[in-house]
């Protein structure tokens, strides 16, 4: 009951905030807000993340099969769209049907990308092995811990074995103002200071997600966290890239 509650809640916000500034609600750049990205800028920071991810997959040995990927959280389709250079069909899902009618917009000339919605608190809709590689960019720390502890659980069950996954989630709190704010106030005050202070459509939940976390889930699956990178964001947090190896079997 509780993780229903929490993904309508989470639907809800993310429709407002979709309906409001959406491609500046994906990619929080201060200096964006406002309608400020251009579409082509905008896809152009996807394309960077997963050239970067790409080369990082292929560094550390994960650089398999490029069928299927799963772009998880894809809001408007940012990374969907990059992912499509390197893959033969990408699957975007998010929460949010104003999210995913942007996706479909700004994506209807691509036929390597669909976007399906998700409105449960697993992705029973994909049997397991369906993907060569599922990506989730700054999108489990607005969960609850159990939402996002059984998202991961499923983004590995989903990957074929030999396949990864990458996911990328703020480490830890900076020590900036904002940054000791979003650690130790209340998830209530923080949602009113982004709602009547910042002047946010909606409030954002961020939380951290430590790589030991996500090592200690993957490894009750079975797959192995094989590296945690570091990762540049505009924000109050220390952003990493973790690379997710799902093992073949014995």
């Known amino acids: 009951m509780a993780d229903t509650r929490d993904l309508a809640a989470l639907r809800r916000d993310w429709d407002a905030l979709g309906e409001a500034d ?17 579409v082509d800028e905008f896809l152009a920071t996807g394309r ?5 991810a790409m080369t990082e997959l292929a560094a550390l ?5 490029r069928k299927a990927a799963l772009d998880f959280g894809c ?10 250079e390197h893959y033969e069909q990408v699957t975007g899902i998010d929460v949010s ?14 036929d390597r990308c669909r976007f399906v919605g998700n409105d449960g608190p697993d992705l029973s809709a994909f049997p397991d092995d369906s993907f060569d590689l599922a990506y989730s960019s700054i999108v489990l720390q607005h969960l609850t ?52 202070v910042f002047g946010y459509p909606a409030p954002m939940r961020m939380q951290t997600v430590p ?8 490894g009750q699956l079975g797959a192995e966290l094989v ?19 799902v093992e073949e079997s014995p």
């Open 145 to 196: 811990t159990e939402l996002s502890d059984g998202y991961l659980r499923e983004l590995i069950r989903v990957v074929r074995p030999g396949g990864a996954v990458v996911v990328v989630v703020p480490e830890r709190h900076l020590r900036t103002p904002r940054g000791l704010v979003y650690a130790y106030a209340p998830r209530p005050l923080i949602a009113l200071l982004q709602r009547k």
């Open 22 to 38: 959406p491609l500046w609600a994906v990619y929080v750049d201060p200096v964006k807000r406002g309608g400020r990205w251009q």
């Open 75 to 84: 809001g408007v389709g940012r990374l969907t769209a990059a992912l499509s």
């Open 97 to 110: 049907p104003a999210m995913l009618d942007h996706a479909r917009r700004i994506n209807a000339a691509n």
């Open 48 to 52: 960077a993340e997963i050239a970067l």
């Open 211 to 218: 790589a030991r976390r996500i090592g200690m889930l993957a």
């Open 227 to 245: 590296s945690s990178l570091p990762r540049p964001w505009p924000g109050h947090w220390l952003m990493l890239a973790h690379y997710i190896k």
């Open 61 to 65: 040995g994960l650089d398999g099969r």
